[in-house]
């Protein structure tokens, strides 16, 4: 009977070791588990940055390509209304010299 229980007794405390065994297996798979997903994480925060940067370089690269055309239209304008106000003064110089004259 002696026999008997200190089997039994082996059995379990070969239970609990294999028990104790496989909590630490488990709380080492959880630790591997939280690590790579916090990699995963970073790396993908990482991606996202390098997006948002790429298309906001993007924007402003299309938003200075307008102002520049925006500034070349109003400068074309600007010089339409200078020729035109040289073109009206030049009328006016001739209006009033021939009025002056009496012509």
């Known amino acids: ?5 200190e089997s039994i007794l082996r059995t379990d405390d070969a239970a609990r070791e294999g028990v104790e065994a496989a909590g630490a297996e488990a709380e080492q798979i959880r630790t591997e588990a939280r690590e790579l997903s916090q990699k995963i994480i970073l790396e993908k925060q ?6 948002i940067n790429s298309e906001e370089k993007t924007i402003l ?18 010089a339409g209304l200078e020729d035109r106000k040289s073109a009206a003064i030049g009328e ?8 002056a004259t009496g012509g």
Do not use: G, Q
């Open 61 to 78: 690269e299309e938003a200075r390509s307008r102002s520049e055309e925006i500034l070349k239209e109003a400068a074309r304008y600007t």
């Open 92 to 99: 006016l110089v001739e209006v009033l010299f021939a009025e």
């Open 46 to 51: 990482n991606e996202l940055a390098a997006e």
């Open 1 to 5: 009977m002696i026999a008997e229980i």
